[in-house]
Every structure is written in C-alpha cells, then in structure tokens.
C-alpha cells in the first residue's frame, strides 16, 4: 500500500483507491450497480463476495457475464443508462475504457482487475474511471510526465509569420525548430515506453482475494468468503496465470486466516461450520474423485514425464505404482472405495519415490474444506469444476446459464452441481489427454521457425470442447509440455506455441491460441500485441475472445496469411 501512495503523490494521481472501504464500497452503498464480471474463476469468486457483501447491506445490483472484448462494449452500451456506478471484475483494465465505452459524464467505472499491464489512460484517468486494484511499482507503469505534455509547442502558432508580395510565409526561428526537434524525441521515447510497458501480457495479485480483503476491512469476513478467495487463487496457480512462487507468496499471507477457521471445535461451535486448512497435498487431478490410476493418468506432470502417449510409458507407470506398493486392483477403484491403510500413505509413498522418478511439483501446498463430516474438498477441486461448467460444450447452455452453473457450485449447499461439475471435468481431461496423444500420434505440432504451430483438424471428433479460451489455452500448455517431453532437441523448450481449432459453427472460423515457452519462469505472454500486428499487417479482421488478446478468432481463409506474417513478425 505503500508503494501505491508514493505512485499516486509522485504523479499527481488522484483516481486511484487507497481506501477500499472508503472510496469504493461506501461509494456503492444506496446505489444501483451494474456489476460486470469476466467468465473466470477469479472473477466469478470476486463477484460472490461483493453479491453477500450487497445482500448485507440490501444493495440493488444488476449481474452480467462478460465472454470478451466486444461483449463488454454491448453490455454496457445496453445497461448503463440504467446506473450511475459501474463496477468491472476481471474485464476491461488492458482497454482504453473512456475512448472504448464512451460513458456518460455522470457515470463512474470502478475496475477490480488481475491483468497487466493496465492501459495507462485508465491509471491517470481524471476520475470517471476508479482503479481499485493496487497499482505497485511491480506494474512497470511509465510516469505521467513520460506520456502527457501540456505544450504544445510545434504548433504552427509557435512559428512567426511574416508578409511578402500579400502571401504570408512561416518563419521557423532556431528557437522554434529546437522545440519541435525536442518534441519529436519526447515522441520517440514515449512511443518506445509505451511499447516496452505493453509488449508483454501477464496477471498480477488475485482479485478475489482482494475482495476478501474489503471483507475483512469491514469485519465481515467469514470462512466462507475466505474460501471464495482461496478458490480464485487457486485458479490462478493451475491456469498457469501466474508463477508458482507467486502463488506460495500469497498463499503464505493467508496462513493466519485459514487457521482462524481451521480445524479447533468447541461445544459453541456447530459441526457444520465450514472449517479450512492448508498443508500438503497430490498436484494430481481430481484425485480424490476418481481412482488414482486415472488420475495419474491424465494429470499433464505425469502424463508428460512419463511419456505416457507410447507403449513404454504405460509400462513405466505401472512399474511405478508397483514400486510405490499399491496393487493395481486397488489404483483403479474409486479413491474413496481404496483399503483405508493404503489410501492414507498414498501421499507419502509417492513424495518418497517423487525425486526418482523426476515428478517435481508434484506436491504443493493447497487450501481444502470441510463441511461437518463430509470428505474434504480441495480448492483446486473447485477450480476444475467450476471450468468444466463454465466452458461446457452442451449446445442446450447457454453461455449466462454456463455462468451461473459456475456460481451455483461454490456454495456447498449445491452439492449436486458441484459432483456434475466434476464429472464435466473428469470428462475433459480424458478428451484433452486422447487430443494430444493424436496431435503427437499424427506429428502435427511443427516447428516453423519462431515458434511452434499445431491444428486441432476439423474431423477430430472432440473439437468442440475446445471452442472456448480456458479449455484451448490448457490444451495448448498440455501439448507444448508433451512435446518437449518427447523431443530431444533443447531448443523446443525455447519456443512457444501457437495452437488452432476449427470453431463448428459454420466452418467459417477458428479459435487460435499463443501460450508462453517452457523455459519462460515467468508466464509472460507476447502473443496479445503479436496477434494485433500481424492481423494489421495482412489486413485481416480478428476478434479478441479474450482481454490479453493471447485467444483470438481468425476467419479459416485469414489462417494460412496470419500464421505466416507470425512468422515473419517473430522472426
């Protein structure tokens, strides 16, 4: 917080919130709002806490899903002559939003968002729109004086004039030409800012937790809004959006909460209070849910380090299970159905043989749930869950009624939406495990120079799960890391991937995605401004399906044209 007011008095900004119980919430309070949220985790578990924090307070809100770009432009251009107060999740910090959306003068955005880098006409707007997220010195923001002039010295007023034969002729004085050659470096230099500051893509603290903190500000915070925010995360960590030391960081800020509501009972306490803990656990998907053998299976780490798209790799991994000691009639059954004794060491024989077999990370410290006497729940559970329903590939969901299915599933008490989350999920990972093991099988991911390029083919039988940004960019991560499992050369972890698939509307269109090399520590993405140079460069129209611009849409008669001018622009 710190970091942010010595932002904001050493710049003269004053639209930036210090005070988010001040000079955010109270604003909303006896207001109608219009709450605007971004089809993700984050954002959805961010939009939980405001709506219980509302519901205290009787504050009347409006809820719409926001897909992308252009959906945000006609939400509000619909709804904002309903209200006076705008609130963004997740949605709209990257775009310029006054120059965007045109709001009227008496309307107020205030944005809560993870993405950076934040367009800077938002960061030193004059007041309409409101930054709460905290903008730190971590976020590379150029100073005003580097982007802003008042002058405006080359100006034609600057140069005198004098008359000659009744023609007036401009007379550029030293003076004058000094000024403007010194303009035109400023140009230069803010340009060049400008492009260094947004070249890269990248996410920042989460936003749910965020609002956790405002909850907490106001003491009424509870397990359940803290689990909201854990949840968000989480998301953050599997998705790749931020680093994993990042993701310790946060989760160690948090500790004192989580153990405020952890696992003491007294005879006040009910037994179905929701009660939260942090500690070890299988970076293993779904575990808990299916049989370990699955699982293992379908987890990128392990799928990836064992090679499990060949012969050897099948039998690699039940040597492994054999060396841990846990006989295969018992990996395949449920989890929950395994002899007790052997369900209750599976964590601690597989972190003993984990150095061995080279699976690093494939324990990390996770946040779980319980709920009276029931099984635990891991958050990351949640997170794959509630990605399954809200990219559902069910033609008969719509992508709102996808929106609150995913909503519905964080309270506890819709049990039966959260287990229908799960199996979407379990569903998805078999589908994205059979894509890649056919991209491989069928050599379709190249090398073409500058990075490397893989198509999800039109008669691949489960494309349309893929017609969606989260689950297009997991498949493009889960196919960059097997390809690199199977290659000999290094240089493959050096390039990134470009990856498209067939949208199934009409055939007319294709969904393309740019994820990061492996070798990058950081989960920086070039791709956004990429794709936008290359499109202006081939004249095509391309649709951004995302706020980072790394998932866009691309006519299939555009794609040949696009890819190559990649080519040449990453050259």
Same mark, same amino acid.
């Given at each position: 917080?710190?970091?942010?007011?010595?932002?904001?008095?050493?710049?003269?900004?004053?639209?930036?919130?210090?005070?988010?119980?001040?000079?955010?919430?109270?604003?909303?309070?006896?207001?109608?709002?219009?709450?605007?949220?971004?089809?993700?985790?984050?954002?959805?578990?961010?939009?939980?806490?405001?709506?219980?924090?509302?519901?205290?307070?009787?504050?009347?809100?409006?809820?719409?899903?926001?897909?992308?770009?252009?959906?945000?432009?006609?939400?509000?251009?619909?709804?904002?002559?309903?209200?006076?107060?705008?609130?963004?999740?997740?949605?709209?910090?990257?775009? @310029?939003?006054?120059?965007?959306?045109?709001?009227?003068?008496?309307?107020?955005?205030?944005?809560?968002?993870?993405?950076?880098?934040?367009?800077?006409?938002?960061?030193?707007?004059?007041?309409?729109?409101?930054?709460?997220?905290?903008?730190?010195?971590?976020?590379?923001?150029?100073?005003?004086?580097?982007?802003?002039?008042?002058?405006?010295?080359?100006?034609?007023?600057?140069?005198?004039?004098?008359?000659?034969?009744?023609?007036?002729?401009?007379?550029? @004085?030293?003076?004058?030409?000094?000024?403007?050659?010194?303009?035109?470096?400023?140009?230069?230099?803010?340009?060049?800012?400008?492009?260094?500051?947004?070249?890269?893509?990248?996410?920042?603290?989460?936003?749910?937790?965020?609002?956790?903190?405002?909850?907490?500000?106001?003491?009424?915070?509870?397990?359940?809004?803290?689990?909201?925010?854990?949840?968000?995360?989480?998301?953050?960590?599997?998705?790749?959006?931020?680093?994993?030391?990042?993701?310790?960081?946060?989760?160690?800020?948090?500790?004192?909460?989580?153990?405020?509501?952890?696992?003491?009972?007294?005879?006040?306490?009910?037994?179905?209070?929701?009660?939260?803990?942090?500690?070890?656990?299988?970076?293993?998907?779904?575990?808990?849910?299916?049989?370990?053998?699955?699982?293992?299976?379908?987890?990128?780490?392990?799928?990836?380090?064992?090679?499990?798209?060949?012969?050897?790799?099948?039998?690699?991994?039940?040597?492994?299970?054999?060396?841990?000691?846990?006989?295969?009639?018992?990996?395949?059954?449920?989890?929950?159905?395994? @002899?007790?004794?052997?369900?209750?060491?599976?964590?601690?024989?597989?972190?003993?043989?984990?150095?061995?077999?080279?699976?690093?990370?494939?324990?990390?410290?996770?946040?779980?749930?319980?709920?009276?006497?029931?099984?635990?729940?891991?958050?990351?559970?949640?997170?794959?869950?509630?990605?399954?329903?809200?990219?559902?590939?069910?033609?008969?969901?719509?992508?709102?009624?996808?929106?609150?299915?995913?909503?519905?599933?964080?309270?506890?008490?819709?049990?039966?939406?959260?287990?229908?989350?799960?199996?979407?999920?379990?569903?998805?990972?078999?589908?994205?495990?059979?894509?890649?093991?056919?991209?491989?099988?069928?050599?379709?991911?190249?090398?073409?120079?500058?990075?490397?390029?893989?198509?999800?083919?039109?008669?691949?039988?489960?494309?349309?799960?893929?017609?969606?940004?989260?689950?297009?960019?997991?498949?493009?991560?889960?196919?960059?890391?097997?390809?690199?499992?199977?290659?000999?050369?290094?240089?493959?972890?050096?390039?990134?991937?470009?990856?498209?698939?067939?949208?199934?509307?009409?055939?007319?269109?294709?969904?393309?995605?740019?994820?990061?090399?492996?070798?990058?520590?950081?989960?920086?993405?070039?791709?956004?401004?990429?794709?936008?140079?290359?499109?202006?460069?081939?004249?095509?129209?391309?649709?951004?399906?995302?706020?980072?611009?790394?998932?866009?849409?691309?006519?299939?008669?555009?794609?040949?044209?696009?890819?190559?001018?990649?080519?040449?622009?990453?050259?």
């Amino acid at each position: 917080m710190q970091a942010v007011v010595w932002l904001c008095i050493s710049q003269g900004i004053s639209m930036l919130i210090n005070d988010i119980k001040k000079d955010f919430y109270q604003q909303l309070l006896d207001q109608r709002i219009l709450l605007l949220v971004h089809c993700d985790v984050d954002a959805i578990c961010t939009s939980a806490i405001l709506q219980e924090l509302f519901r205290g307070d009787h504050v009347l809100y409006t809820l719409i899903p926001i897909k992308g770009p252009d959906d945000l432009r006609q939400s509000f251009k619909d709804n904002v002559g309903l209200v006076r107060l705008v609130v963004l999740i997740n949605c709209g910090i990257s775009m @310029d939003l006054v120059a965007e959306l045109d709001p009227p003068d008496d309307v107020i955005i205030f944005v809560i968002d993870s993405q950076r880098p934040m367009d800077v006409n938002n960061v030193y707007n004059d007041g309409q729109v409101r930054i709460v997220t905290p903008v730190t010195a971590e976020d590379g923001v150029p100073p005003f004086s580097d982007l802003y002039r008042s002058d405006d010295s080359d100006s034609d007023s600057d140069a005198g004039e004098s008359e000659s034969g009744g023609e007036k002729r401009r007379r550029y @004085d030293a003076a004058f030409l000094a000024r403007r050659q010194d303009r035109r470096r400023w140009e230069e230099r803010r340009d060049r800012l400008l492009a260094e500051y947004s070249q890269f893509s990248m996410y920042g603290d989460c936003s749910a937790l965020l609002a956790y903190d405002l909850a907490l500000r106001m003491s009424r915070d509870t397990s359940q809004l803290l689990w909201y925010g854990l949840v968000g995360l989480t998301e953050q960590l599997l998705l790749r959006k931020v680093e994993h030391q990042r993701y310790v960081l946060s989760a160690g800020h948090y500790q004192g909460q989580v153990a405020r509501y952890g696992h003491q009972r007294d005879e006040t306490t009910s037994a179905d209070c929701l009660r939260l803990a942090f500690e070890q656990d299988l970076n293993l998907v779904l575990y808990r849910h299916w049989s370990l053998f699955d699982s293992l299976r379908f987890t990128p780490l392990v799928a990836c380090q064992f090679k499990l798209f060949t012969f050897k790799g099948e039998k690699r991994l039940q040597e492994f299970l054999a060396e841990l000691g846990l006989p295969l009639v018992q990996c395949r059954q449920k989890f929950a159905s395994m @002899d007790m004794a052997l369900r209750g060491q599976v964590r601690d024989l597989i972190q003993a043989k984990a150095e061995k077999y080279l699976l690093d990370g494939v324990l990390y410290g996770a946040f779980q749930a319980r709920l009276g006497f029931r099984q635990p729940l891991a958050a990351a559970d949640v997170v794959h869950a509630m990605v399954a329903l809200l990219e559902n590939p069910d033609p008969h969901r719509s992508a709102d009624d996808c929106f609150m299915d995913a909503l519905s599933a964080l309270d506890r008490r819709q049990e039966p939406l959260l287990r229908r989350g799960i199996g979407l999920a379990e569903k998805l990972a078999q589908v994205t495990c059979a894509t890649v093991q056919s991209l491989l099988d069928m050599h379709q991911v190249i090398s073409v120079g500058a990075f490397l390029y893989a198509t999800v083919s039109d008669g691949e039988p489960n494309s349309h799960f893929f017609a969606r940004p989260h689950c297009l960019t997991a498949l493009a991560h889960f196919v960059l890391r097997a390809h690199v499992a199977g290659e000999r050369s290094k240089r493959s972890r050096q390039l990134p991937l470009i990856l498209t698939t067939p949208l199934g509307r009409d055939g007319g269109a294709c969904l393309v995605v740019g994820v990061p090399p492996l070798s990058e520590q950081s989960p920086r993405n070039l791709f956004g401004k990429a794709f936008e140079k290359a499109a202006q460069r081939i004249r095509a129209n391309i649709t951004p399906r995302s706020f980072d611009g790394s998932v866009v849409e691309v006519q299939v008669d555009d794609r040949t044209r696009f890819v190559d001018a990649l080519v040449s622009l990453l050259a």
